[in-house]
Structures are given as C-alpha cells and as structure tokens.
C-alpha cells in the first residue's frame, strides 16, 4: 500500500463527474446558443420575424428548429456556427477568468468539431446545401 498516493474517495469522484456534466452542458447549450444567434441573424435579413424558430428539449438532446433559408451560404454558416461558438465562448471567459471551468469546457469545444463532419447533423446540413450550390453553379 502506497501512502504517498491516496487513491480517489466517493466524494472526489462524484466532484468530477459533476464537473465534466457541467461542461459539456456548457457546450451543448453555446452549441444550440450559436445556431440561435445565427437564425436571428438571417431572420433580419431576410425579413422574417426575429424569432421564426422552436427549441425543442427532450431528455437526450436539444434542437432548433426553423425554416431553411433560400441562400444556402446562409444555411451553411447556421450550421457551422453551432461548432465554432463553443470555442469562441469558451476562448474568451478561458483568457478573462483562466480556470479549470472553462479550460476543460475550450477543450470539449474543440472535441465537437466532430459536428460538421458529414455523418453529423450539421454536416449533413452542411454538405447538402454544399450540393445545392453546385447544381446552381453547374446550370449557369
């Protein structure tokens, strides 16, 4: 027996199992939060109301729901902002607090870069539309 190295008590585990709950919840709902802030976005451009979409939550995820828009560029970026605000949120309370929080919540931001690959919601939004302006491009 190492009495140097205590092992991990019930408590301290539970700590950190709520720690990493806590910061992918963070990223989910910055996820979802950047594709919001997008829709309102691209609502006032094209003259929609400011908030034509639906959250809808259940138990295993978290969506928004709204209309495509005609430009599919608009669409694209709807879809790659839910990545890249994490990261962006994150970079910056990470440079004005440096804690642990939001250390682990950049790295997670980083990890969710999986959602725009293709067999992931946003990229198979992203690639759909990405198809759509080449058949636009190749009637012209």
């Not at 092992?7 to 910055?30: A, D, N």
């Not at 451009?45 to 729901?65: A, C, D, M, P, Q």
Request: proline share 5%; aromatic share 18%; net charge positive.
């Amino acid at each position: 027996m190492n009495v140097l190295t205590p092992s991990p008590g019930i408590l301290e585990v539970f700590q950190f199992v709520m720690f990493m709950f806590k910061s992918i919840i963070t990223v989910i709902l910055l996820h979802e939060l950047g594709h919001i802030l997008m829709i309102i976005l691209f609502n006032i451009v094209y003259r929609r109301g400011i908030f034509n979409f639906k959250l809808k939550l259940t138990l295993t995820s978290v969506e928004v729901i709204n209309k495509t828009f005609p430009n599919p560029w608009a669409n694209i970026l709807i879809a790659c902002f839910g990545t890249i605000n994490p990261f962006i949120f994150s970079f910056v309370f990470y440079s004005l607090y440096s804690n642990n929080f939001w250390g682990v919540t950049m790295f997670l931001s980083i990890l969710s870069i999986y959602n725009i690959f293709p067999f992931a919601p946003d990229g198979n939004i992203i690639n759909y539309n990405l198809k759509k302006l080449e058949e636009v491009r190749r009637s012209k």
